[in-house]
Each structure stands twice: as structure tokens, then as C-alpha cells.
């Protein structure tokens, strides 16, 4: 069944410290993105990627960097963690052929100290 | 840039209730405009899609309009059942295929 899944679903980091979160996706999509999700913003875009070797920046990428390897796999990296990067992050993969709709996977809760 | 605003943060019913859930919108382009549900522990999924062609669309006993004099975009249920319990997002997707999500409406019903 096709997927998109996320490492780790739960992380504790400390201030200053890097964090990788990772999304690894089976519906052979071109199309990732990154999102976090917040109380009262909904749902922004971080970072995505039209298939690999290729990252785009969002409306919030500061603070954050992404990396796309290859067609199934993205990754959102904290290069210095903040505790405002406290959130729900959510992985998604779309492609144009499907005109927006976009699977997301089940979210990583990050909280830094 | 685009954006959407959902007002009501939070929408209480009992089971056969009638749902309305009101969202703008701005943009520059012509748009395209769905509605997300999340149900607890899990990721948003897609729910509808509106086009400006149809108008209107409809999924799983769900009904969204759109009216573009308004620039307004509503999502209702004539009778909601308990499972329907989720977080409903108002969405806009533009020619990069970017969406951009509402601030989500929260729905609790009780049986």
C-alpha cells in the first residue's frame, strides 16, 4: 500500500542541537513537502522538492534546511535547534498529475528544550 | 500572497446536527480550493475539491461551494455523526502546486 511515512514520530532535542527528521514516501511522487503544524496557524510550508537533488523554499524556511536524496526520500534538518521550533511536523508527497491532492504521513512531534 | 481565514476555531454539535463551515479566501490567480480533514493522531487527507468550472463538490455525505463574488468557500454536512469529530481545513492550492492551509475548525460531536 502506498505511504508515506515518517521517522522519528516522537523526539526530544536540546537547544543548540541538530535535528534530522526524515519522510520516506512509496506512491512514486515528484512533489515533497515539509510543513508544521501549529495552534492558530494551521498547517505552513517549510521547505519542498519537485524530485530529487531539488529543494525549494517555502513561506517559513528560516531556521530549517531539506534535503532530497532521492524520489522517495526527504529530509528537514535543524542545524541549530530552537525551542520555538517546538511543533508538529507533517511530510506530504503530490504530484501534478493528481491536480493538489497531497498524502501526508503521520507526523513527527519535535520538542526542543 | 494568497491566504485563507477560517473564523470559527472550534464548532460544538450533537449527531444530526447540520454543519456549516464558512472560509475566505484571497488570491491573484483563479482558484482551486479544497477542504482537509484530520482526524486525531493521523495527517490531514483530502475531503473535496472545488474548482472554479464546477462550483461544487460533494464527498462521503459532504457538500462545498464556492462563490466567487464573495470570495467565500463553505463546507456543510445535513446531518453529522460522531465520527465526523475532526479538524476541518480550508485550503487554496495554486499554480505550483503549493497549497495554503486555513487556520483549521475543530469539530466536536457529541452523540
Known amino acids: 500500500e502506498a505511504a508515506v511515512t515518517q521517522s522519528p514520530r516522537n523526539k526530544v532535542a536540546v537547544t543548540g542541537g541538530k535535528v534530522t527528521l526524515s519522510c520516506n514516501q512509496t506512491?512514486?511522487?515528484?512533489?515533497m513537502y515539509w510543513y508544521r503544524q501549529d495552534t492558530g496557524h494551521g498547517l505552513r510550508l517549510i521547505h519542498y522538492?519537485?524530485?530529487?537533488?531539488?529543494?525549494e523554499k517555502g513561506d517559513i524556511p528560516d531556521g530549517y534546511k531539506a534535503s532530497r536524496p532521492s524520489q522517495e526520500n526527504f529530509s528537514l534538518i535543524l542545524e541549530l535547534a530552537t525551542p520555538s521550533q517546538t511543533s508538529v511536523y507533517f511530510c506530504?508527497?503530490?504530484?501534478?498529475?493528481?491536480?493538489?491532492?497531497?498524502?501526508f504521513g503521520p507526523g513527527t512531534r519535535l520538542t526542543v528544550l | 500572497g494568497d491566504s485563507v481565514t477560517q473564523m470559527q476555531g472550534q464548532v460544538t454539535l450533537s449527531e444530526d446536527d447540520f454543519l456549516f463551515i464558512n472560509c475566505t479566501y484571497s488570491?491573484?490567480?483563479?482558484?482551486?480550493l479544497f477542504w482537509y480533514v484530520q482526524y486525531p493522531g493521523e495527517g490531514p487527507q483530502l475531503l473535496l475539491k472545488?474548482?472554479?468550472?464546477?462550483n461544487k463538490g460533494i464527498s462521503r455525505g459532504f457538500e462545498a461551494t464556492y462563490d466567487k463574488g464573495t470570495t467565500s468557500f463553505h463546507l456543510q454536512k445535513a446531518s453529522v455523526q460522531e465520527s465526523d469529530s475532526a479538524v476541518y481545513y480550508c485550503?487554496?492550492?495554486?499554480?505550483?502546486?503549493?497549497?495554503?492551509f486555513g487556520t483549521g475548525t475543530s469539530l466536536l460531536v457529541d452523540p
Open positions: 506530504a508527497s503530490g504530484d501534478p498529475g493528481l491536480v493538489y491532492e497531497q498524502y
Open positions: 506512491n512514486n511522487h515528484n512533489n
Open positions: 522538492s519537485y524530485g530529487a537533488g531539488s529543494t
Open positions: 488570491t491573484t490567480w483563479y482558484p482551486t
Open positions: 472545488v474548482t472554479t468550472a464546477n
Open positions: 485550503v487554496l492550492g495554486d499554480m505550483g502546486y503549493k497549497l495554503t
